[in-house]
């Protein structure tokens, strides 16, 4: 089975994103965090070896940094 790969889109509070994609480029399964402009302030890809393990990943790990106020998890398909 293939990994499951992710975008997790981050909202952080005013100031924080450097901050935010700083800590979250810790986790591992992260492959990268960049800070961006838009309704969103940092996007997250990820991988995991399973949909839980991704959920448990953003769910215990990323939702807790300080700073980030709201994720949306947008999961890779290849159609």
Do not use: W
Not at 4 to 17: I, R, S, Y
Request: net charge negative; with cysteine; proline share 4%.
């Amino acid at each position: 089975m293939d990994d499951v790969e992710a975008f997790v889109l981050v909202q952080t509070e005013a100031g924080k994103a450097a901050y935010v994609a700083g800590r979250v480029n810790e986790i591992p399964g992260v492959i990268s965090a960049y800070d961006v402009t838009g309704p969103y302030d940092v996007i997250v890809h990820v991988k995991s070896a399973t949909v839980d393990d991704l959920g448990k990943m953003v769910v215990s790990r990323l939702q807790l940094i300080d700073g980030i106020t709201r994720t949306l998890t947008c999961p890779v398909v290849r159609l």
